[in-house]
């Protein structure tokens, strides 16, 4: 792994603070999105998510699948800010981690949220009406 990380950093895709300080599980990060698009546009993805992520956050990108996933080591209004700009990019995103204030603040934790989205809250609305099972986590 840390080979992969040096050849990233050797890349441009990731700075000297991620392969020196990204030593945390990506679970244990307070605040993380995922961003999917064309492999072929894996470059200028990282490259917008950079741009709009704010200080502190991590990128960690797969150039073969075309993801780019997002974290922020700490919760803050610098994160909380990126993560809600990432979602409003128009690429496909979804948030992985997040505070429940955060989660309730977002119109949704995905986007384009997907055609089947009624259907799924009525499914979820009746296997747990009273909303007690990870609340604002799959739909808000």
């Known amino acids: ?17 991620y392969a020196e300080e990204f030593s945390a599980e990506p679970a244990a990060m307070p605040i993380a999105v995922r961003l999917i698009g064309l492999p072929g546009h894996a470059l200028k993805l990282h490259a917008r998510a ?10 960690d990108t797969q150039l073969g699948a075309g993801v780019v996933t997002v974290y922020w080591p700490e919760d ?30 977002l119109p949704a934790l995905w986007t384009p949220a997907p055609s089947a989205l009624p259907l799924m809250k009525a499914v979820k609305s009746s296997l747990d009406p009273a909303s007690k099972l990870n609340p604002g986590r799959f739909l808000v």
Do not use: F, K, M, Y
């Not at 792994?1 to 603070?17: H, T």
């Not at 990432?86 to 955060?102: F, K, M």
């Open 76 to 105: 803050s209004e610098v994160a909380r800010a990126g993560a809600t700009a990432l979602l409003g990019l128009g690429e496909s995103a979804t948030l992985l981690h997040g505070p429940l204030e955060l989660r309730e603040s």
């Open 1 to 17: 792994a840390r080979q992969a990380v040096d050849l990233a950093v050797d890349a441009g895709l990731a700075s000297s603070v």
């Open 50 to 59: 950079q741009e709009v992520a704010g200080d502190g956050a991590i990128l």
